[in-house]
């Protein structure tokens, strides 16, 4: 899994060899992703407390858990869509970014709605969004509102994948809305069902 920073970068996934892709087993999936998050949330934790040894125990499991976790995975299926994460907590759009990569899709990645626009505004559009709220220079509401008031991202799918309801914030529904709400913790199998229908639907082409 290539780790990307702040910067916002393409996550590759190799080619398929020429055979039917092989299924994937999702809830294993999710369940080491999320041994992964907890084990560097606990490791930062153990640093900031002065147990650096504590910490290099949590990451070794966290290596362990993802040797494991490659050793297991299939080969990828090709590409079959293309999505910009937007999440201002760089370690969950990475290991969403890995996940969705396993599925066979090209993801992007932006740390806050700024950097999402300014992607969109340089890069061929992707089939999907998948959007926080709360973000620092431009939150999701505010990215969500210049996605549509732009004519070029006409019938872009944007799903919020967040904590917070967009109903909490007050955000139209239908076409001025989101295309789909995902509430953390995140239920990986739904959202990539979602995914794989909006890159089926004829709105979601170039």
């Given amino acids: ?15 398929a060899a020429a055979r039917p892709p092989v299924p994937v087993d999702r809830h294993a999936l999710a369940n080491t992703l999320s041994k992964l998050t907890l084990a560097v949330h606990l490791a930062r934790k153990q640093w900031a ?11 070794a499991n966290a290596l362990q858990a993802l040797e494991a976790l490659e050793q297991s995975t299939p080969a990828p299926t090709p590409h079959t869509c293309r999505a910009l994460i937007v999440d201002d907590d760089a370690n969950e759009r990475e290991l969403l ?7 066979g899709c090209e993801c992007a990645t932006a740390a ?16 999907v969004v998948l959007l926080d709220m709360a ?3 431009c939150d999701g509401p505010e990215t969500l509102r210049r996605i549509r008031a732009d004519s070029r991202l006409a019938g872009l799918r944007v799903f919020s994948v967040s904590s917070t309801s967009p109903r909490e914030l007050s955000i139209p529904e ?3 809305g989101f295309d789909g709400w995902f509430p953390k913790p995140l239920n990986p199998g739904r959202l990539w069902d979602a995914i794989q229908t909006a890159t089926r639907s004829p709105s979601a082409a170039n």
């Fill in 135 to 137: 973000m620092p220079r």
């Fill in 49 to 59: 407390a002065g147990r650096p040894a504590a910490a290099d125990a949590a990451l």
């Fill in 112 to 127: 806050d709605g700024a950097d999402a626009l300014a992607y969109l505004a340089a890069n061929d559009r992707p089939d």
């Fill in 174 to 176: 239908g076409q001025a």
């Fill in 97 to 103: 970014a890995g996940l969705l990569g396993m599925n």
């Fill in 1 to 15: 899994m290539k780790i990307l920073r702040d910067e916002i970068a393409p996550v590759a996934t190799a080619p």
